[in-house]
């Protein structure tokens, strides 16, 4: 186990030269990497936000699926999604590696996938922790600032209920893969090099959005989650689901690791304004209800359909 | 992947069940946890401190050495160890877990590990991540605030050097069970449950320490981080070493993950205070010296003595 340490202070060791080769990838996006813990300062009158996340190889990803680039930028911007979700201004990222043999010529690779990352948020990479192990694992823990933090329980009966991007990607390509197939290019995209919606989620909560979650479940889970908090009825007409690349609504509302934005407002939004500033569609999927028991109901032309479940890891 | 999610929002799945025993471990010591990411306050005027450590089976124990009690207070004595070195008051943990199915019956307890040290540090634990995986691994992220953090830097010509604690208790209960012995009940201790020296911290800072650093890879490795921030020569006496039930001072410089702190200070510290405030030993080993380059020298009785180099994990 050994904390990230700048070159001035590196040694002869193996673990240094992992370290050396990190730093390297990063450049000027590493900051102040050294002591035992970071330092950072919140601004005042802001809140500190701050989520940790791990990708875990055969869990969520395979060697042969993505580079380790991907493998790497991929990890982090899962991580940042959380800071998305919460409205929060990104200031900082912590990287804990565990890196079997195998994989020690790539940390390079991977390194640079997340500097990547990180740089796209405008986060600088402020330490971590590097250890050996039979796994490949990443847990990036993201630490970031807001005024007024979004939640999951701030859903009002009569919210208009929006989600960003096009559904349905990363589930397909896992299922090619799995499949032995090649996915579509789209789809492919949608899993190795998913975009944190930080900025977006800073435009939806300046235009009054109530609450936000980020679909690293599933939609139909993640409704679920809002759901509950807010104790309200979420009502979906799946026609209005925006599917990537011809799949289907029953796609859009499963699969996971999306990381695109559920929200809430009050009122209807620019959705042509949305596209235009941020490449990617903005749509709306349904409408919160006043509701004795939460609920998350999904509508397909007027006619109530079963929801499926979201993904859960321990299930066997 | 999921986040830690309160029991209002649980679903009927494995995943969920897995989170509900964690939950019932840490009872109030789990605290707001449920949005994608934690909000917490950074006290005005004061800096954020933040750490991540990583504890891998296999690579910082083994299944039949510890509890799995014992697996999960130790990883988190071990990361909140980061914050006493910069002389920072914990303010919250983030867990982030991979649990193998064979570990799957052993969360609560481990979770309750977790939930002790979270309680002795009065940190609530704020968030983190669960998901399967080959290999058992806990990514322990603390945060933490200070007006004057401590960093590694500050050591000045003639500052004295002291450590808590008695040294090289974890290095040798790992001989042990290496070759198939039982350790003795101070060393096993010393591995199994390791203390991070909080209030420690804040009393040596409150007293003028100049630079802390605590030691996770050994007291020789851990001099030379110091010599080679602050760019000073560090003299230490090795006789004067805290050596832990009739180890030798050579155990005591090599012996990593002993979460003691290394202490610079301009004047003597009162040791017999700190030890009836703390019931530890606080030690003078040594002194800091004006160099050209930065180093770390040994003296056994007046002769200068060879230096063994700390663990590296990757080395083989």
Do not use: N
Not at 33 to 59: F, K
Request: charged share 25%.
């Amino acid at each position: 186990m050994a904390h990230l340490t700048p070159h001035v202070a590196l040694g002869p060791g193996a673990e240094f030269d992992l370290i050396r080769a990190m730093l390297d990838a990063w450049g000027d996006i590493a900051e102040g990497i050294g002591d035992d813990a970071a330092l950072l300062v919140v601004p005042p009158g802001e809140r500190l936000a701050v989520s940790t996340d791990s990708s875990v190889e055969e869990v969520h990803f395979r060697r042969h699926w993505i580079t380790p680039e991907e493998i790497g930028y991929r990890a982090t911007q899962a991580a940042l999604s959380d800071l998305a979700a919460m409205a929060a201004t990104p200031l900082g990222i912590l990287v804990a590696l565990s890196i079997p043999d195998s994989w020690r010529r790539d940390i390079g690779a991977m390194a640079a996938g997340i500097g990547e990352a990180a740089r796209e948020a405008g986060a600088p990479i402020r330490g971590g922790d590097l250890t050996t192990g039979a796994v490949l694992s990443l847990t990036i823990t993201v630490l970031g600032s807001a005024s007024s933090p979004l939640g999951r329980g701030g859903v009002k009966p009569l919210d208009h209920l929006y989600v960003t991007g096009a559904l349905g990607g990363p589930a397909r390509a896992v299922e090619a893969w799995e499949a032995g197939e090649v996915p579509g290019s789209w789809c492919r995209e949608r899993f190795a090099r998913p975009r944190a919606r930080v900025r977006e989620a800073r435009w939806l909560a300046a235009r009054g959005a109530h609450a936000m979650i980020d679909i690293s479940d599933g939609l139909a889970s993640e409704l679920r989650h809002l759901a509950h908090a807010s104790h309200v009825e979420l009502r979906i007409e799946v026609e209005r689901l925006p599917c990537g690349a011809g799949g289907s609504w029953r796609e859009a509302l499963s699969g996971g690791e999306e990381y695109e934005l559920v929200v809430c407002t009050p009122q209807e939004l620019d959705v042509d304004g949305f596209a235009r500033t941020f490449g990617i569609p903005l749509t709306r999927i349904g409408q919160a209800r006043r509701a004795e028991h939460p609920a998350v109901t999904a509508m397909f032309r007027g006619e109530r359909v079963d929801l499926t479940t979201g993904h859960d890891h321990f299930s066997s």
